[in-house]
Structures are given as C-alpha cells and as structure tokens.
C-alpha cells in the first residue's frame, strides 16, 4: 500500500498562488496515476487534475489554464501548482493514487478509480 500526505495549503488573495505536495511513502509513486480532488463545504468531492504514469495530465473545467499538476517521481511527490486563485477555489484538497495496475497513458477523472487518499489540506481563498 502507499501512504500520502498533502501539504502546502493555507490562506491566500485572490489571484494569488500556492503550491500544494503530496508526499508518498511505502510504495514508490511512479507505479501509480495520480489525481487531485478537492471538496467544498456542502459540495460533492470534485475533479481537479490528474496525471498518468507516462505523464498525460488532465484538468477540470473550472482549474484549466490556471492549475499545474506534475510528479517528482525522484522525490516520491506529487505537486499541484495552482495559480490564479479565486474565492471559488476554496475547499480541502486531496491527492490520490489509483491502481497500480493501469500503466502508461491511463488516468481517471473519477473518485471510485482512485484506491488510497490523503488527509487533505485546506485552501482558502480571501477576496
């Protein structure tokens, strides 16, 4: 199993940036996809981004153009780079790790295709 914890969130302007970590340990992250969600309060968990094994990314609608997601397989760490940042971005952030399974250019937008969670982080968005 691997294990992951998020960090980097906080409070920030709108308009303004931050960068969020997601950290593995117990198995090593480039055997998975890896995808970001994030959930607002009274609001379903929503996609965020996701990147394959081989490096394919994908975006969510309301973050495309404005959110960077990439991998550090050296340092077992997945990065969401988020800029732009609005008041509706507000929510807690969670970084998932799907099957090991699915190689290549395969990742999901879907919550039920991811098999491990972090703890999530919180970032507030002030306007």
């Known amino acids: 199993q691997v294990q992951l914890v998020e960090s980097g969130g906080g409070l920030v302007q709108a308009g303004g940036s931050l960068r969020l970590s997601c950290a593995a340990s117990g198995r090593t992250l480039s055997s998975y996809y890896m995808g970001w969600f994030r959930q607002g309060p009274g609001k379903e968990r929503e996609f965020v981004a996701a990147i394959s094994r081989s490096g394919d990314m994908a975006y969510g609608d309301s973050v495309k153009g404005r959110f960077t997601v990439s991998r550090d397989n050296a340092k077992n760490t997945a990065l969401l780079q988020m800029n732009s940042l609005k008041p509706e971005d507000t929510a807690v952030y969670y970084c998932?790790?799907?099957?090991?399974?699915?190689?290549?250019?395969?990742?999901?937008?879907?919550?039920?295709?991811?098999?491990?969670w972090g703890q999530g982080t919180q970032v507030t968005v002030s306007a």
């Open positions: 998932a790790a799907g099957s090991p399974y699915y190689t290549g250019s395969f990742y999901s937008r879907s919550v039920s295709d991811y098999d491990y």
